[in-house]
């Protein structure tokens, strides 16, 4: 691969339509994101025959706008990347489709991405976390509003689930907590925002896994203490959304440790998802990085929610380990990360 090759980025799995164009040493020369809120917010979520439509309509303009602000045309790029899986499949159809359509056109190789390998790999992109990127292995902590699992990254598609979710997942407990407190949609940030003026030991929550083996993690049992404490009405709201938050808070760190803990030799806790820019989640990862001796790394805000930075540059990790895939590559709204291919790694 050459050391300044460039690639287009696409993401559509899930409500963001997101373009970037990445060069091989990192530099990301336009990166664009239209997030769907209006478009999904009356409806208090995510749904996917909008979602599908609203790609369609946003993604042409996205890239010509990231392609005409990295001022290149198609014919200098070296490949194209679209998120392929796992998502809702209206979606996935849409980017995968549209990058075909380019790779076709000129002549380019077309990479179809997973999602959860962009996710994992982000904080490898050249100069993003200032301690330079960690070595393989290190642990992924994926807390997104789709996604609550903890993976050990060994290598190029090389993934192991130490942990997942039993239910829900962390930013859908978050969000379904905000709804309980009467706050907007999607509710993360508005119930952080309320927590702050509230007291996070006021009410009892339940803590859900805590101490048990392994990394699992549950939320529908914390969701319905919610739901109790709010019919009752003796909480105040803010107390509600502050105990509520460390709950969670310390349910991640105990797992978190856990898996920590079946993995040893790791070189950092990466967190990535959302649910990562939450005060006090980071705080509690943070200290138990800390008692480990590791550093706990997260990308910038932007990067650790869904966007095509991390695509496109999952793509220079492949296209660097000389890989690329067929245009019959159909995409696949269940992709587990597990089943990748492992993959030699080309440069570091
Ligand atoms: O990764 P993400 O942008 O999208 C996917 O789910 O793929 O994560 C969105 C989730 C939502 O559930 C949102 O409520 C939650 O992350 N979130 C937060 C905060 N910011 C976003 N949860 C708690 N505190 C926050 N500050
Ligand atoms: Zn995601």
């Known amino acids: 691969m050459k050391p ?5 980025g696409i993401e559509t799995s899930c409500d963001e339509t997101a373009a970037a164009v990445l060069r091989a040493d990192g530099a990301i020369l336009a990166e664009a994101v239209f997030s769907q809120l209006k478009e999904h917010a009356a409806f208090g979520g995510v749904v996917p025959e909008i979602a599908a439509r609203a790609h369609v ?6 890239v010509a706008g990231v392609m005409a602000k990295a001022g290149i ?18 979606g996935l159809i849409v980017g995968a489709s549209f990058a075909k359509g380019v790779a076709l056109a000129h002549g380019l190789p077309f990479i179809a991405i997973n999602h959860l390998e962009a996710h994992a790999l982000t904080v490898r992109l050249p100069g993003l976390v200032p301690s330079g990127a960690p070595a393989f292995p290190y642990l992924l902590l994926l807390l997104s509003g789709g996604h609550c699992q903890c993976v050990l990254v060994e290598g190029l598609g090389r993934y192991r689930r130490l942990g997942s979710t039993l239910d829900d997942a962390v930013g859908e407990a978050f969000d379904k907590a905000a709804k309980l407190l009467g706050l907007p949609w999607p509710g993360g940030p508005h119930l952080e925002r309320l927590a702050g003026s509230g007291d996070p030991a006021a009410v009892h929550l339940p803590q859900p896994l805590l101490g048990r083996a392994g990394c699992d993690f549950s939320f529908s049992g914390l969701k319905t203490a919610v739901a109790r404490a709010v019919a009752q009405g003796q909480a105040r709201r803010e107390d509600i959304a502050a105990s ?20 040893p030799g790791v070189t950092a806790l990466v967190v990535a998802g959302g649910v990562a820019a939450n005060g006090a989640v980071r705080l509690a990862l943070e200290g138990v990085a800390t008692a480990r001796g590791l550093p706990m790394l997260a990308p910038p805000l932007r990067l650790c929610t869904d ?13 660097r380990s000389g890989v690329s895939d067929s245009l019959a ?20």
């Open 307 to 319: 966007n095509a930075v991390m695509v496109a540059w999952a793509g220079l990790e492949r296209l």
């Open 73 to 90: 045309g198609y014919a200098a790029l070296d490949a194209v990347a679209a998120t392929a899986g796992p998502g809702l499949i209206g």
């Open 4 to 8: 300044n090759a460039m690639i287009l």
């Open 244 to 263: 509520f938050q460390a709950a969670v808070a310390a349910v991640l760190a105990d797992r978190a440790a856990h898996a920590l803990a079946m993995a």
């Open 329 to 348: 590559f159909n995409p696949r709204p269940r992709w587990p990360l597990t089943e990748l291919v492992p993959l030699a790694e080309a440069g570091a």
């Open 57 to 62: 309509q946003h993604l042409p303009g996205l």
